[in-house]
């Protein structure tokens, strides 16, 4: 499979589901407070659910061409609290789902072998 039919299916396949996840990505960063967190909680679940869906899709398709090392869902996904200890920025959540980009090799997910 060619990078480029892999990321058109890739993004065929999530077209639907990032609707909510990009909804309530826009909705926190206008409303970053932890009682509009707590008041939205299953809009974060949906989101997080949805997310969790297209790595979960990703991991697999990547992990047929190339070997990952075993890297499992819920060791490459971050947390959406946000660390406060020493920013300036005291908003309490990440305004971004993200995932680790290497195998647990050190291996870049992004390094993929050329033509």
Do not use: H
């Not at 970053?32 to 949805?50: H, P, Q």
């Not at 899709?57 to 947390?79: P, W």
């Not at 660390?83 to 993200?98: C, I, N």
């Amino acid at each position: 499979m060619k990078a480029a039919d892999f990321t058109a299916s890739v993004r065929t396949d999530s077209q639907e589901n990032s609707i909510p996840i990009l909804d309530f990505l826009r909705a926190l960063r206008d409303n970053n407070c932890r009682k509009w967190f707590v008041a939205n909680r299953l809009r974060y679940e949906v989101a997080r659910a949805d997310f969790l869906s297209i790595v979960g899709d990703l991991l697999g398709r990547l992990d047929s061409v190339c070997d990952l090392g075993g890297i499992a869902l819920k060791d490459c996904v971050f947390r959406i609290n946000r660390d406060l200890r020493f920013s300036k920025d005291k908003t309490p959540y990440k305004t971004a789902m993200s995932t680790l980009n290497s195998t647990r090799s050190g291996t870049p997910l992004q390094r993929m072998p050329g033509p």
